[in-house]
């Protein structure tokens, strides 16, 4: 079975990864998508995270990573995923998460959302925190993959990590 891993990923953290690599154990393929949606007013082009997470996804051969826009539920019937994939990492993302998979399933009734749980140790991990903390210079280096971590540097100008 294939399943879609779509998020902003605006930039990938250790959170992230730990989804994409679980969801690898439990699927044939995994699709990771980046969502285009410049109104969100992202740090990393498209692009440089699509690359961040090719990168970081290297050991996992059944992993494939794209960019889409437009409806989620028609990327994933595109591309042949019967799951979505989401991670949940407190109460907060809860009532999101339900509604917009909810509204999938409306469109899409045979497409099926999965949650995982976050890893404990990433619970307080957002893309947004991380952003935070690199652009006052503190380290990020427990919280993104190493190359995210030397993109951060390079985006708010200091040394690398
Ligand atoms: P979006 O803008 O679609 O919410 P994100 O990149 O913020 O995109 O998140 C993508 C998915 O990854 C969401 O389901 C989110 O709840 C999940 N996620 C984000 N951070 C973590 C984390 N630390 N642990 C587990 N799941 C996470």
Redesign the pocket.
């Known amino acids: 079975m294939q399943a879609l891993?779509?998020?902003?990923?605006?930039p990938l953290?250790l959170?992230?990864l730990?989804?994409i690599e679980r969801g690898s154990n439990l699927f044939n393929q995994l699709v990771v998508a980046v969502?285009r949606n410049p109104s969100?007013n992202p740090c990393f082009s498209v692009e440089e995270r699509l690359e961040q997470i090719r990168r970081a996804t290297s050991h996992l051969p059944n992993v494939q990573v794209a960019a889409f826009d437009g409806l989620t539920a028609d990327f994933a019937q595109a591309c042949g995923a019967g799951v979505i994939l989401?991670?949940?990492?407190a109460l907060s993302?809860f009532e999101y998460?339900l509604q917009i998979a909810h509204t999938n399933k409306s469109l899409a009734p045979q497409l099926e959302t999965l949650f995982?749980a976050?890893?404990t140790t990433?619970?307080f991990?957002?893309?947004s925190v991380v952003k935070e903390v690199a652009r006052f210079g503190g380290n990020v280096g427990h919280m993104v993959p190493t190359g995210v971590a030397e993109d951060l540097a390079r985006l708010f100008n200091q040394s690398s990590p």
């Open positions: 891993y779509p998020g902003s990923f605006d953290t959170g992230h730990d989804v969502l969100k989401r991670g949940l990492r993302d998460e995982l976050t890893a990433h619970s991990l957002s893309s």
